[in-house]
């Protein structure tokens, strides 16, 4: 099956500007997520999206961040405006589903976007 | 928070078995152990997961103890390719893949 897609795979912006990332899932996965990880660190979760709907935003810093899934499939991923701090690799997962009892479906992730803020 | 407590970082002589521990005391009774990694600038990836039973796919594989509170996770010959970090991953208290730090594997020649 083809992996989870996303673009641009890099982006330099200066502080202020907009930035928009675009992730297409793995066909058929309910669930699709965005994480930011910032360098020598794991990723954390800044929101997680059950077909369109927003499961959990609350990491999502929303003055500036927001994202959406259109048709439940694409998701876009916008910051406005970025500050220096976003410098990080944003990255997008999909999953089958959450959760079936105790079991997590596992997450398949896209290799990033690595934004730079200048 | 991490539920889990990995040590930093490993070392691994290429077509040795690597051996990651991992210690999840905190973890319940039907709660699963799930291992990610990442290799350098690419997304993390599954490995395999587990609840009480041993487990082995075309990966690794994933030995849990009895009492549950620590796993260790085999890849039985090592290859430079599998230089990555680790991730030992637990769903306690929340449905959210949450990373810690993860244990940063060296495979050298």
């Known amino acids: 099956e083809a992996g989870v897609a996303q673009s641009p795979r890099y982006k330099i912006i200066e502080k202020r500007q907009s930035v928009a990332f675009w992730c297409n899932p793995i066909s058929g996965h309910a669930t699709l997520y965005w994480y930011q990880q910032i360098l020598g660190q794991g990723p954390k979760l800044l929101i997680q999206?059950?077909?369109?709907?927003?499961?959990?935003d609350s990491q999502l810093p929303k003055d500036r961040f927001s994202a959406e899934r259109l048709k439940g499939v694409d998701s876009t991923l916008k910051i406005q405006p970025a500050k220096l701090e976003d410098s990080a690799v944003y990255l997008c997962?999909?999953?089958?589903?959450?959760?079936?009892?105790?079991?997590?479906?596992?997450?398949?992730f896209g290799n990033g976007t690595r934004l730079t803020v200048t | 928070d991490a539920k889990t407590t990995q040590p930093t970082s490993m070392d691994c002589a290429e077509g040795r078995a690597a051996n990651l521990p991992c210690n999840h005391s905190t973890i319940s009774g039907n709660e699963y152990v799930y291992w990610y990694r990442q290799i350098h600038s690419q997304g993390p990836q599954y490995i395999i997961h587990g609840l009480k039973n041993n487990e082995t796919n075309e990966m690794a594989s994933l030995i849990i103890t009895e009492d549950r509170k620590s796993s260790t996770l085999i890849l039985p010959h090592a290859t430079l390719r599998d230089t990555a970090v680790y991730y030992c991953?637990?769903?306690?208290?929340?449905?959210?893949?949450?990373f810690g730090t993860g244990t940063r594997l060296q495979v050298f020649p």
């Open positions: 997962a999909s999953s089958r589903t959450t959760r079936t009892g105790s079991y997590y479906s596992p997450l398949h």
């Open positions: 999206f059950q077909n369109n709907g927003v499961v959990d």
């Open positions: 991953i637990v769903y306690v208290n929340t449905d959210k893949l949450i």
